[in-house]
């Protein structure tokens, strides 16, 4: 016996007395989505007839391994989702803190005949609410959802247009 058999197998993979046919038609059930699970559909494509797959999806559990098997891709998934959302709450901080660099930069070369304060002041703020907003994650974020802003807009456009100079802006 070696270590590899003391570790227990996910349901979805071959069990010990399964027939290598009847797993592969059990791979061809679970690898279709869910609302196209179809048992009369694998019989035909394995070329058995329905009530002989009817009796192998029986005796292997197809339907529980299948669900166990969607389980662990939206884990999968989910975790993948994640690890995305926190990878671009991160690099939104960096644009927000570099924001905030150029505008205190630009205030301290500011001479007042060559850019206008109200200029800095505006690229600060915007600088200061994208790094708030990124940092203050809601839950809806984190959960996957897509969250915008209480006017219904995103918040990227909106910013995006209210640095935009040829924008009639708020």
Do not use: Y
């Not at 644009?95 to 630009?106: L, Q, S």
């Not at 800095?120 to 974020?141: H, P, Q």
């Not at 996957?144 to 247009?161: K, Q, S, T, Y």
């Amino acid at each position: 016996m070696s270590v590899a058999d003391d570790v227990e197998s996910p349901v979805w993979e071959r069990l010990a007395d399964e027939p290598a046919r009847e797993h592969g038609a059990f791979r061809i059930f679970r690898d279709s989505p869910p609302s196209r699970r179809d048992i009369a559909r694998v019989a035909e494509q394995v070329n058995i007839s329905a009530r002989r797959a009817r009796e192998w999806a029986v005796r292997w559990a197809w339907r529980d391994r299948a669900e166990a098997w969607d389980d662990a891709c939206h884990r999968i998934e989910d975790t993948e989702r994640l690890e995305a959302i926190r990878s671009m709450h991160a690099l939104h901080r960096e644009a927000g803190r570099a924001a905030i660099t150029k505008a205190v930069d630009a205030l301290d070369l500011l001479q007042p005949d060559e850019i206008p304060a109200t200029a800095v002041a505006r690229l600060l703020e915007l600088g200061a609410k994208l790094e708030r907003s990124t940092l203050l994650v809601s839950v809806e974020e984190l959960q996957g959802l897509d969250v915008e802003g209480p006017d219904g807009e995103d918040p990227w456009d909106r910013i995006a247009r209210e640095l935009d100079p040829q924008s009639t802006g708020t």
